[in-house]
């Protein structure tokens, strides 16, 4: 049972694939997050307008038919704007893995530009008129003032969401990317042991959990070590 | 463009609205269910003795640190298939249930629901203010009875925006039934797409009608709040300024 029928590497590759799963979405997760709080906090109406129907829409529909709409879509949607460009028919096959990145980098997003917003607007006032006093351009408020404390106000939203996102990558195993879910599964079904395979892959899953956890953790204590304690 | 929405709405408004009752139904029983088990475990989770606190802590960890589609495959696929492998139970009159997706759906939902609420909870008891209670205490009431009178209202008030998401979150989750063959309101649009390659239609038809019963909830639940809160609303203040200064 340990060997999982011989299959416990399969298991363990499925992991990395959630790991690369993971880490590929997060970037992508942060710079939506940042430029969706930029939106809603813009002076501009257009720009608060979009950025508030970003995350009303997204946050109300079900990441499964998120990651659905743009596995089968998006393959139809590149398909006509490539057909549009080269004027002739052609095929385009977007992989699961990236079109399941793209959905979750999606959703994350809405999310994140929520914790971002909260966040850029814990920062005093006083600190960005002090650095526009200083004669700082926007941009540079942005990279010198905000960015920086933006960590330590953003953090334990941010463990959340990585919690949320790490238990989402199993749902891109309904488009058939091998991560754990989808390894699991094909183990239950070969081996007629769906109890011991999906057991393992939750306690794989929980060990992630925990580990980005404790991460998370350590982090927020960093990023609060230059701070006062009340 | 619009065709192709009217011919998808026209022909499989029955599915959709099936879907729909379906989503609506695995959503309030789960809720209801899932808040009612999640009360005694809040209790539990709160509680000083660490033979008591152990289980509920083990189950919201578990529960939480996972995710629910994993959950729901090891109820259907796991739980079900030692269910199935018990002598003669094939036989038995209890089969038709026990092989039946929605039973599954619905346990995994349940718990699921139970456990993130109970966190909620937990952290709603642990922030009722300690003069509270030790007034009640003062008062001469018993732990049950500071619960029902001091605890359970101050901690209604207090986690009442995070249970409205909570409750969301649930509507969400409950698109994964399709995952387990129910025909639910994603799973309407799967079969839709399935039969007819029109994927935008039939997800965004779906997406519509989520978005509709959540923000539909989302009001509802801003008026309970509403009433929650309504002992306190701050009297406006009785200076002699005019109203429309605020203008």
Redesign the interface.
Known sequence: MLDLYGRGWQMLEGGLVTVQLCLTVLPFMIVIGLLGASAKLSRYRTLRVIGESYTVLIRGIPELLVILLIYFGGTIAVQSLAELISGEETRVDIPAFWSGVAALALVQGAFASEVFRAAMQSIPLGQIEAATACGMTPMQVFMRIKLPQLWRFALPGLNNLFQVLIKDTALISVVGVEEIMRKAAIGAGTEKAPFTFYLVAMLMFLSFTTVSLLVFNYLEKRAARGVARA | MFEDFIYVLGKYDTWLWRGFLLTIELLVISVTLGTLLAIPLAVARVSKKVWIQALPFAFIY?F????????L??MY??????VAEIDGIQDHWTWTYLRDPYWYCLLTFVLNTAAYVAEIMRGGIQNVPNGELEAARACGMSPWITYRRIIFPRMWQMIWPAYTNDV?FT??????A??VTMMEL?GA??KI?ARTAL??EA??S??VI??II??TLTFGFKGIERYLRRSEVRKEPKSGKPKAASA
């Open positions: 578990v939480r640190g996972t995710p629910l589609i994993g959950q495959f090891m696929y796991g739980v079900g298939q030692l969301i509507l969400k989750a409950t698109s994964l399709s995952t994603t649009a799967r797409v994927p935008y997800f965004i779906a997406g989520y978005l959540v923000y």
